[in-house]
């Protein structure tokens, strides 16, 4: 989760000193690696367990403060959102049942968080991305209110120079821009650490860059952003664009993002260090080490608290990690493209996949870049990003193959083969890779699930409806801990209060507009309310600001009159100053402005640029929800009444 001790602020000579103070950090690792000082032999492993907090209608919960308040377990910390905590789970040795112990804390942790959940009548999910959180959830309101993460927004926005925007294309298409990072807060992970020789860390990172693609392809579990069918694993794209620091100009020239997958094999860590220190420039700073080089040679061995601090914010895919336990330096990888869930098996089944991979290859292969070329390593990931299993990989020597044979008929055996050498327990090799290969065998990884189900559901659905229903099935089988692969497709099943996704006109409001300009023709509106038949159409300007809104009956008139209509300009006959409402105004607000203003149509924008309209037929049919809802109590009043 990172350093909390963070200095809000600050001038240029901090930020200064807080470089010079990497810099030194840096030699310091220098120096620990040439003396041999960094732990070789021990091989452990870990795990970081994020989870999404709802409430009973499983819309996001800001009540990670208050759950935290009550848990006094030191493996939970905050996270980024308030509808977001964090369990770091207990490293452990890589050996006998260190797999199944794993899944047990794991669910041990989930129990704790479950249970002081359901004291703030909350509910715990794990997600790759909650699909019932939408871009109204992700407002400062939303921010757990710690300076680390006060300071990266604004140190992020600064260094860009605007908002963040968000273009992902899938099935479906979403473009956004968004005023702040906390798209990061969509996403949550099961982040996996493993531990490695300093003599052995080259050639064991550039192979956890190698399996990275194919562990990705079997594990996706976020196609979902709300309603929207994107990459089967969208938090890959998110996550780039909400720490994206890269004004136009930097992406124009091909300026590294600051989370990446890395240009080339590396050839040694501290070469990985150098080139983010030089291509990053600090964002926060906190409290370090004066003399690190010193306290190497005084045989005292530093946290390089500064250099560590920086490295938390390049987020490589792949991460290189220094720790010290007992005065002993490690090295460890930390693989970060795991997502939370679908359930505490698969999260397992994932991280014994990757980890059997780890051990196997490296004893397979001897050097992976001869046999590999880096530019098809960082495509193949891509390309799981995009469509899980069904995508198509080139690998060693340039073979080109499906990511389900390549896993299933060369690197499940290889996987196996590497727990076998670990001495990883038989039952648990067994049981882990057993339930990749049955994925494999079905093909419904997550992604694959949630995308199915919202397709399958009625068209005449609610989006809103939809993605509720989807996260009360994954509710109920992770609480019945059913791997992915036997979970049956979401329905829309009465399992949570239908109105929780109409209280704001944000969740039920139209978006897929068709607008005119103001310098339009009244032809094209009028020829587009009798193609969609509607009553009205909304007036943008290049920029998407609402700047007026044109009527059926404004048009009406014009005709009436006789005057030259067919050549009159939208402009001419537009409500230059239409009421409208916010994504956040209550439902119950805009019935009441509409009815007060006797208006028919509601523009709904922010920050000035239009995001959708509510109309009369809108609310009737919420209407006719209230009315079935009510008429069926009351059906069933009488009938236990006789």
């Given at each position: 989760?990172?350093?909390?001790?963070?200095?809000?602020?600050g001038d240029?000579?901090?930020?200064?000193?807080?470089?010079?103070?990497?810099?030194?950090?840096?030699?310091?690792?220098?120096?620990?690696?040439?003396?041999g000082?960094?732990?070789t032999g021990?091989r452990?492993?870990?795990?970081?367990?994020?989870?999404?907090?709802?409430?009973?209608d499983y819309?996001?919960?800001?009540?990670?403060?208050?759950?935290l308040?009550?848990?006094?377990?030191?493996?939970?910390?905050?996270e980024?959102?308030?509808?977001?905590?964090?369990?770091?789970?207990?490293?452990?040795?890589?050996?006998?049942?260190?797999?199944?112990?794993m899944?047990?804390?794991?669910?041990?942790v989930i129990?704790?968080?479950?249970?002081?959940?359901?004291?703030?009548?909350?509910?715990?999910?794990?997600a790759?991305?909650?699909?019932?959180?939408?871009?109204?959830d992700?407002?400062?309101?939303?921010i757990?209110p710690?300076?680390?993460?006060?300071?990266?927004?604004?140190?992020?926005?600064?260094?860009?120079?605007?908002?963040?925007?968000l273009?992902?294309?899938?099935?479906d298409?979403?473009?956004?821009t968004?005023d702040?990072?906390?798209?990061?807060?969509m996403n949550?992970?099961?982040?996996?650490?493993?531990?490695?020789?300093g003599?052995?860390f080259?050639?064991m990172?550039?192979l956890?860059?190698?399996?990275?693609?194919p562990?990705?392809?079997?594990?996706?579990?976020s196609g979902?952003?709300?309603?929207?069918?994107?990459?089967?694993?969208?938090?890959?794209?998110?996550?780039q664009?909400s720490?994206?620091?890269r004004?136009?100009?930097?992406q124009?020239?091909?300026?590294?993002?600051?989370?990446?997958?890395?240009?080339?094999?590396?050839?040694?860590?501290v070469?990985?260090?150098?080139?983010?220190?030089?291509?990053?420039?600090?964002v926060?700073?906190?409290?370090?080490?004066?003399?690190?080089?010193?306290?190497?040679?005084?045989g005292?061995?530093?946290?390089?608290?500064?250099?560590?601090l920086?490295?938390?914010?390049?987020?490589?895919?792949?991460r290189?990690?220094?720790?010290?336990?007992?005065n002993?330096?490690?090295?460890?990888?930390?693989?970060?493209?795991?997502?939370?869930?679908?359930s505490?098996?698969d999260?397992?089944?994932?991280?014994?996949?990757?980890?059997?991979?780890?051990?196997?290859?490296?004893?397979?292969?001897?050097d992976?870049?001869?046999?590999?070329?880096?530019?098809h390593?960082r495509?193949?990931?891509?390309?799981?990003?995009?469509?899980?299993l069904?995508?198509?990989?080139t690998?060693?020597?340039?073979e080109?193959?499906?990511?389900?044979?390549?896993?299933?008929?060369?690197l499940?055996?290889?996987?196996?083969?590497?727990?076998?050498?670990?001495?990883?327990?038989?039952a648990?090799?067994?049981?882990?890779?057993?339930?990749?290969?049955k994925?494999?065998?079905?093909k419904q990884?997550?992604?694959?699930?949630a995308i199915?189900s919202?397709?399958?559901?009625?068209?005449?659905l609610h989006p809103d409806?939809?993605?509720?229903?989807?996260?009360?099935?994954?509710?109920?089988?992770?609480?019945?801990?059913?791997?992915?692969?036997?979970?049956?497709?979401?329905?829309?099943?009465?399992?949570?209060?239908?109105?929780?996704?109409?209280?704001?006109?944000?969740?039920?409001?139209?978006?897929?507009?068709?607008?005119?300009?103001p310098?339009?023709?009244?032809?094209?509106?009028?020829?587009?309310?009798?193609?969609?038949?509607v009553?009205?159409?909304p007036?943008e300007?290049?920029?998407?600001?609402?700047?007026?809104l044109?009527?059926?009956?404004?048009?009406?008139?014009?005709?009436?009159?006789?005057?030259?209509?067919?050549?009159t300009?939208?402009?001419e006959i537009?409500?230059?100053?239409?009421?409208?409402?916010?994504?956040k105004?209550?439902?119950?607000?805009?019935?009441?402005?509409?009815?007060?203003k006797?208006?028919?149509?509601?523009?709904?924008?922010?920050?000035?640029?239009l995001e959708?309209?509510?109309?009369?037929?809108?609310?009737i049919?919420?209407?006719?929800?209230?009315?079935e809802?009510?008429?069926?109590?009351?059906?069933?009043?009488?009938?236990?009444?006789?």
């Open positions: 989760m990172g350093e909390q001790n963070i200095s809000r602020g240029n000579e901090a930020k200064r000193l807080f470089t010079r103070a990497v810099l030194n950090d840096l030699r310091a690792l220098e120096l620990m690696i040439d003396k000082l960094i732990e021990a452990r492993i870990g795990a970081e367990q994020e989870m999404f907090i709802t409430d009973h819309s996001p919960s800001l009540t990670a403060l208050d759950i308040a009550d848990i006094t377990d030191e493996r939970f910390t905050n980024i959102a308030l509808f977001n905590i964090e369990a770091n789970l207990t490293p452990r040795r890589f050996q006998g049942k260190c797999l199944s112990e899944e047990e804390e794991i669910k041990e129990s704790i968080a479950k249970h002081h959940a359901g004291n703030h009548d909350a509910k715990i999910i794990l790759g991305i909650l699909p019932t959180l939408g871009q109204m992700l407002t400062l309101d939303s757990t710690v300076d680390r993460y006060y300071e990266l927004n604004d140190r992020l926005k600064q260094i860009r120079g605007s908002d963040f925007r273009d992902i294309r899938g099935v298409e979403l473009s956004i968004h702040n990072f906390l798209l990061e807060a949550t992970s099961f982040q996996v650490h493993f531990q490695v020789s003599n052995e080259v050639n990172y550039n956890s860059q190698a399996v990275t693609a562990l990705m392809a079997v594990a996706v579990n979902l952003i709300h309603h929207h069918r994107l990459w089967h694993e969208s938090r890959i794209a998110v996550f664009n720490i994206d620091t004004s136009t100009a930097h124009k020239r091909g300026t590294q993002p600051r989370v990446h997958f890395g240009n080339e094999w590396i050839e040694s860590i070469d990985v260090f150098r080139d983010d220190i030089s291509r990053f420039s600090v926060l700073t906190s409290d370090y080490e004066e003399d690190p080089v010193a306290m190497v040679h005084a005292e061995m530093p946290k390089l608290k500064a250099l560590m920086h490295n938390g914010t390049v987020y490589r895919w792949n290189p990690c220094y720790g010290v336990k007992d002993i330096p490690h090295l460890r990888i930390e693989n970060r493209v795991l997502p939370s869930g679908p505490v098996i999260e397992v089944a994932n991280s014994a996949f990757y980890f059997g991979l780890m051990s196997g290859m490296s004893h397979q292969v001897e992976i870049t001869q046999s590999l070329r880096f530019s390593a495509n193949n990931f891509l390309q799981a990003c995009r469509t899980g069904e995508c198509h990989f690998w060693v020597n340039g080109s193959i499906s990511a389900a044979q390549l896993i299933k008929d060369e499940l055996p290889i996987a196996e083969n590497g727990l076998k050498m670990s001495g990883i327990d038989k648990d090799i067994e049981r882990y890779l057993t339930t990749i290969e994925r494999v065998d079905s990884t997550g992604a694959k699930w199915k919202i397709t399958e559901m009625n068209k005449e409806e939809k993605v509720r229903a989807v996260v009360a099935e994954m509710h109920d089988q992770q609480t019945i801990e059913t791997p992915i692969h036997e979970w049956p497709l979401a329905v829309p099943v009465q399992r949570t209060d239908w109105r929780a996704g109409y209280l704001l006109v944000g969740q039920f409001m139209t978006t897929k507009l068709i607008t005119v300009r310098d339009d023709s009244m032809d094209l509106a009028a020829s587009i309310m009798d193609w969609k038949r009553r009205h159409v007036v300007n290049d920029e998407g600001e609402l700047v007026g044109v009527s059926h009956r404004s048009i009406l008139k014009r005709i009436v009159a006789g005057d030259g209509y067919k050549s300009a939208i402009n537009m409500n230059k100053q239409p009421i409208f409402a916010h994504p105004t209550t439902t119950v607000e805009a019935i009441q402005i509409m009815r007060d006797r208006i028919s149509c509601l523009p709904v924008v922010d920050n000035g640029k959708g309209v509510i109309t009369e037929y809108d609310l049919k919420i209407a006719s929800h209230v009315l809802a009510d008429l069926k109590a009351y059906k069933k009043k009488l009938k236990e009444s006789e």
